[in-house]
Nanobody, 123 residues
Framework: VQLQASGGGLVQAGGSLRLSCAAS????????KGWFRQAPGKEREFVAS???????YYADSVKGRFTISRDNAYNTVYLQMNSLKPEDTAVYYC??????????????????WGQGTQVTVSS
């Protein structure tokens, strides 16, 4: 079982990035998927989650700017990030939870984690 995150990079403030997280090893179509991030010196924090049937939930700090989506046919979850700010700079992690409960904001509720992808937003 493996989650592979990609799509991070360096972008100017106001720009956009799209993160992807591909799952392999088993089918995750019924799992809740989430994105978390961790900035240097800070704890890992919840960003967004999506249920197996498309119900979404966002942290207040990203609401209206980020969009989480999933493609069950390809076992992939995405995070579209628009209007990026320097405070969005962090390593972004995707995760999968066997539970179907939402909003799934706690990191301890997730069973599988990707390796992380760096997002840097310059001012």
């Amino acid at each position: 079982v493996q989650l592979q995150a990609s799509g991070g990079g360096l972008v100017q403030a106001g720009g956009s990035l799209r993160l992807s997280c591909a799952a392999s090893g088993q089918t995750f179509s019924t799992y809740v998927k989430g994105w978390f991030r961790q900035a240097p010196g800070k704890e890992r924090e919840f960003v967004a989650s999506i249920s197996w049937n498309g119900v979404t939930y966002y942290a207040d700090s990203v609401k209206g700017r980020f969009t989480i989506s999933r493609d069950n046919a390809y076992n992939t979850v995405y995070l579209q990030m628009n209007s990026l700010k320097p405070e969005d700079t962090a390593v972004y992690y995707c995760a999968a939870s066997r539970s179907r409960l939402m909003p799934a904001t706690a990191a301890r509720g997730y069973d599988y984690w990707g390796q992380g992808t760096q997002v840097t937003v310059s001012s």
